[in-house]
Nanobody
Framework: QVQLVESGGGLVQAGGSLRLSCVASGRVVSSYNTGWFRQAPGKEREFVAALSWTGSSTHYADSVKGRFTISRDNAKNTVYLQMNSLKPEDTAVYYC????????????????WGQGTQVTVSS
């Protein structure tokens, strides 16, 4: 059974930072493409960042490029999303996802999902 558990969300002021963690069980994250997505109230889930299974390729949404960094700790079987210079428009529930066949921005390509962690950025 595959389980992804996100943590690290919370309330932060604009300009602040948070690091989200996604601990995986049942799959070795270094063998799969992984991604982070977010969903704000009343909006569709949107792509944030992705990391290839090799760890050598990343892809970011234009809205977070230069501010967010996706990374992985193989020993901890954990994927991270470092979020800096946060803006109120970054407020959303953030989800990690695993096991897309290719590095992609499409949510439907990912097979496994976590339950999400809330990030709220105040102005």
């Amino acid at each position: 059974q595959v389980q992804l558990v996100e943590s690290g969300g919370g309330l932060v002021q604009a300009g602040g930072s948070l690091r989200l963690s996604c601990v995986a069980s049942g799959r070795v994250v270094s063998s799969y493409n992984t991604g982070w997505f977010r969903q704000a109230p009343g909006k569709e889930r949107e792509f944030v960042a992705a990391l290839s299974w090799t760890g050598s390729s990343t892809h970011y949404a234009d809205s977070v490029k230069g501010r967010f960094t996706i990374s992985r700790d193989n020993a901890k079987n954990t994927v991270y999303l470092q979020m800096n210079s946060l803006k109120p428009e970054d407020t959303a529930v953030y989800y990690c996802a695993l096991d897309a066949a290719v590095l992609t921005t499409r949510a439907t390509a990912y097979k496994y999902w976590g339950q999400g962690t809330q990030v709220t950025v105040s102005s």
